[in-house]
């Protein structure tokens, strides 16, 4: 079942990306390779006003805390945790705490294109938020829509947005991507992690957990390839691009949209199949 599923959507289109769409790929000479020789199907998924309208139910759930004035003393408390987090959590590993959100109607487009049937439990990986792991429960019929997060404060947000949307697929984790959750409890991850410098490094641990197990999994990651090569090649495959745009436009980088929102932010989703 899982593998027709892949393959039908590895039909759905086998041109090669723009080669500025390929050069936004990081982390993965080999991805990057295999991207522009044309060796990945590529999938166009567009964002349509369809998206947008459930993105409208997602958004009040997503709603974070108040902002407080730059002058007051809770601004001070939040940027004293912000600071602790990092020194505690992050730094010493030398992980990245970008915490930028996939916005509503992006969460939604991408939440479909995973293509989650009622037999799929999906954890998002650094789920910051939430918003991604909160579109998976509006939108899919997903079994579980899990998150994990190192920062306590995103979590608390995510936890946030589980409880006012009363689903009990959706749970949140503060932990660390790599030993936070039980990963043989899903079968279907996605990573938005920022840090090209200590990203590979955390692919290469999750990936080293995961190969470590005797089960299938589908691994989608936000604008950055894995190089496959060495202990896991063989259990580990590039199996599709995709690249979001609204309804009716191209196929250049001008095209896709940029996932989290920045001009020069991550554009292509790559998914690998591990068998
Ligand atoms: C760009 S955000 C992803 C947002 C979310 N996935 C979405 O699509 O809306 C990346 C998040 O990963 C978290 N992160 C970074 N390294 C992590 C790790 N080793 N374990 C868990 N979370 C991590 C960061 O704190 C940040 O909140």
């Not at 390839?225 to 691009?241: P, T």
Request: a negative charge.
């Amino acid at each position: 079942m899982r593998c027709s599923k892949l393959v039908m959507c590895a039909l759905s289109s086998t041109q090669a990306l723009d080669e500025a769409l390929v050069r936004s790929v990081q982390c993965s000479k080999q991805a990057r390779k295999a991207l522009a020789r044309g060796d990945v199907p590529v999938a166009w998924l567009d964002v349509t006003a369809a998206d947008d309208a459930v993105a409208e139910r997602l958004a009040p759930l997503l709603a974070g805390p108040a902002r407080c004035a730059h002058d007051d003393d809770a601004f001070e408390a939040h940027n004293a945790r912000t600071k602790r987090e990092f020194v505690e959590l992050f730094a010493g590993d030398g992980l990245d705490p970008a915490n930028n959100e996939l916005a509503p109607a992006t969460a939604v487009a991408v939440a479909r294109g995973l293509d989650l049937d009622a037999a799929d439990a999906f954890c998002d990986l650094g789920c910051s938020a939430g918003a991604l792991t909160m579109a998976v429960a509006v939108a899919t019929e997903a079994r579980l829509a899990h998150g994990v997060e190192l920062s306590p404060r995103g979590t608390e947000r995510a936890l946030l947005a589980k409880e006012r949307c009363g689903d009990d697929r959706v749970e949140f984790f503060q932990g660390d991507l790599r030993d936070g959750v039980d990963h043989a409890a899903y079968d279907v991850f996605y990573c938005g992690i920022r840090g090209v410098a200590s990203r590979p490094r955390v692919l290469g641990d999750l990936l080293e957990t995961l190969c470590a197990q005797d089960k299938p999994y589908r691994l989608v990651c936000a604008g950055f390839g894995v190089d496959i090569r060495g202990l896991y090649g063989d259990r580990v495959s590039l199996v599709r691009a995709t690249v979001l745009r609204r309804a009716g436009a191209g196929a250049s980088y001008a095209d896709a949209i940029p996932l989290y929102g920045e001009g020069e932010g991550p554009r292509v989703l790559l998914e690998y199949s591990i068998t």
